[in-house]
């Protein structure tokens, strides 16, 4: 799995391309925590190059969700895949984040 952060607007956004599953779930547990650190609270999961999330990868967004949100902050996800956002919301998932189609649905939040 691969991470990259950029800006857009107020929001910091992490690029996600690969697998979010086992080992690799801890990577990105470090970037979310690195961008706590950093005062980056507004992020958003840009998740249209992840392939496959397991369980362990959607316990760790959710473990994510609340740290942000504890630190007063937000975390969104955007462009699911097809497949992810079927396990999301077969599993109720979907209504614990938001999860916006594309950018341009940013500049509003």
Not at 9 to 25: A, F, P, Q, T, Y
Not at 53 to 82: F, P, Y
Request: hydrophobic residues 45%; negative net charge; contains cysteine.
């Amino acid at each position: 799995m691969e991470i990259k952060m950029r800006m857009s607007g107020k929001w910091n956004v992490l690029d996600i391309s690969g697998h979010i599953k086992g080992s690799e779930v801890s990577h990105f547990r470090a970037a979310i925590q690195k961008a706590i650190t950093e005062k980056k609270l507004f992020l958003v999961a840009n998740m249209q190059d992840v392939g496959f999330i397991d369980s362990s990868g959607v316990g760790m967004l959710i473990t994510c969700h609340q740290d942000l949100k504890a630190a007063g902050g937000q975390l969104i996800l955007m462009r699911l895949s097809d497949d992810i956002y079927d396990l999301f919301e077969m599993t109720s998932i979907d209504r614990l984040f938001e999860i916006v189609d594309n950018e341009e649905e940013l500049a509003s939040r």
